[in-house]
């Protein structure tokens, strides 16, 4: 039987790969997904309380920052949350970040190899590390 505590790190990846490989693939659609998220602010708000949600499930699995490999769950929720706090609070920024960060075509393939990359980090700690 797998832990819950793998079992959510493999989750990531797997959400990471979903929406990375294709993103990278056609950018452009990751623009215009972008640019419509951005313009539309309910929908940023139902997006910002996805995020909350995403964030009290990591910490729930693990929250204290002990140096451990389970430090993962603690890191990925508060900078969860931290991204929650900044889309409720400052919707116009977080939409003028978001327009910065997937802006361009160019722009949004780099992001979502960094994505990648992070992803394949994951699976290397959950595989090998729990």
């Not at 990751?30 to 309910?42: C, D, F, M």
Request: proline share 3%; hydrophobic share 60%; net charge positive.
């Amino acid at each position: 039987m797998i832990a819950i505590p793998k079992l959510l790190l493999l989750r990531t990846v797997f959400f990471f790969l979903v929406w990375a490989l294709p993103m990278i693939i056609n950018p452009k659609f990751s623009v215009g997904l972008i640019e419509k998220l951005t313009k539309n602010t309910e929908l940023s708000f139902l997006l910002g309380f996805i995020l909350l949600v995403i964030a009290f499930l990591y910490l729930l699995v693990y929250v204290n920052l002990d140096g451990t490999w389970y430090m993962m769950f603690s890191i990925i929720g508060y900078l969860t949350l931290l991204k929650w706090a900044v889309m409720m609070s400052l919707p116009r920024h977080a939409a003028k970040n978001a327009k910065r960060m997937y802006g361009t075509a160019s722009m949004t393939r780099i992001m979502w190899i960094l994505t990648l990359v992070v992803a394949a980090f994951i699976l290397r700690a959950t595989l090998v590390k729990f």
